[in-house]
Structures are given as C-alpha cells and as structure tokens.
T-cell receptor, first 114, second 112 residues
C-alpha cells in the first residue's frame, strides 16, 4: 500500500541552524501539506502546496519557513534559523483530492532544537 | 470558543466495551470530518472519513456527524487493547486547500 515517507525520523540541531525536513508524498497525489505537533499539544496546520505554489499558510509559517518541491517526488520544509520553540514533530501529508480529499500522513520527523 | 473541541481524556475502558469519542466544533463551514488514530510518537493514521451529516461504518468503527448540533462521534465496538491510542478528530471546509483543523485528541486505554 502506498504511503508517505519522511526523513530523517529524528533531527537534532542547534538554535540558529538551518534544517531541511524531507517528505516523499504518495506518487499520484497533488496536494501536499506540512503540519506540526508540539509535544502534548494538537496537530497544527502549517502550509498547503499545490501546483508548485503555496495555497495557504498559517500564522506559524513565517519568513523562517519555506517549502519546495525540487523534483517530481520530494517535498521539503526548510527552517532557516531554528528556535527552541521549533522543537516538535513535523508531519507531511498528501491527498489526491479525486472525489474525496483524505489526507495521508507520514510518520513524522522529530525536530529537537538545543 | 475553540474551532474544534475534544476531551483529552484519558479514557479507560475494559476490553470488549463500546467506546464513544466525541468532538464539537464552531465553524459551520466544515463539511469533511475525519478520525485519526495516533500511537505515541507516530504519525496520525486515517480511520474514518465522512462528508457532511450521517453515519459511516467500517468494521468495529462507526462515525456519526450531526451538523445541526456541530457534533461528531466515533464509536468503537468490542474494544481491544490494541485500540489503545490517541484518537484525533479533524475537520475541513471545502475552500480549496482542504487544510485540516484538529482537535486535541482523546487518549484511550483499553484494559485487558
């Protein structure tokens, strides 16, 4: 069964460093998302991406964040200068929205900023 | 008022019990309603997806949506210890991006 994959599973970085989180969405999907979940809190929407551009972004998704689909398979989230409060699980999701629009989530990347 | 409210639990039930999990919401634009199961430090796994009002059944799981009351439920019949997880409700309005708004999740423990 096709699934969303994410790498790395765990990333530790120092405050101020840049990180890139990688996702491979399900191959025929067209809409891509990043969500984050701070430990013990709810899953929060960050950004949606369709047709090679951002469709919508939340207040959390400020100038420190960017997304890119560098090729036909990968979808990346870059945080330019990490802060302690960026520590969270980051989930990538995708959907084909052909009829129904269920989003399928990846296993997540745990980002720890020290 | 929060857009989506969900009792965080924890909810402990004996094996075999019927479990009822619920969410309320305030945004009448929501049309898509999802239930996800999340094990500790893992990604959300889609269980059920419902469009608009009504019921949907899949094996031991039944999802109900009452748009007039802005209330959704997930019932788990014959609960098993393997059902122990956090259950997240998520909702979406048909506004193009289909972003999901999640509840906080209810932690369920099924005791053997």
């Amino acid at each position: 069964e096709p699934e969303v994959t994410q790498t790395p599973s765990h990333q530790v970085t120092q405050m101020g460093q840049e990180v890139i989180l990688r996702c491979v969405p399900i191959s025929n999907h067209l809409y891509f998302y990043w969500y984050r979940q701070i430990l013990g809190q709810k899953v929060e929407f960050l950004v949606s991406f369709y047709n090679n551009e951002i469709s919508e972004k939340s207040e959390i998704f400020d100038d420190q964040f960017s997304v890119e689909r560098p090729d036909g398979s990968n979808f990346t989230l870059k945080i330019r200068s990490t802060k302690l409060e960026d520590s969270a699980m980051y989930f990538c999701a995708s959907t084909d929205c052909a009829g129904s629009c269920e989003q399928y989530f990846g296993p997540g990347t745990r980002l720890t900023v020290t | 008022q929060k857009e989506v409210e969900q009792d965080p639990g924890p909810l402990s039930v004996p094996e075999g019990a019927i479990v009822s999990l619920n969410c309320t919401y305030s945004n009448s634009a929501f049309q898509y309603f999802m239930w996800y199961r999340q094990y500790s430090r893992k990604g959300p796994e889609l269980l059920m997806y419902t469009y608009s009002s009504g019921n949907k059944e899949d094996g031991r799981f039944t999802a109900q949506v009452d748009k007039s009351s802005k209330y959704i439920s997930l019932f788990i019949r014959d609960s098993q210890p393997s059902d122990s997880a956090t259950y997240l409700c998520a909702m979406s309005a048909n506004l193009g991006t289909y972003k999901y708004i999640f509840g906080t999740g209810t932690r369920l423990k099924v005791l053997a």
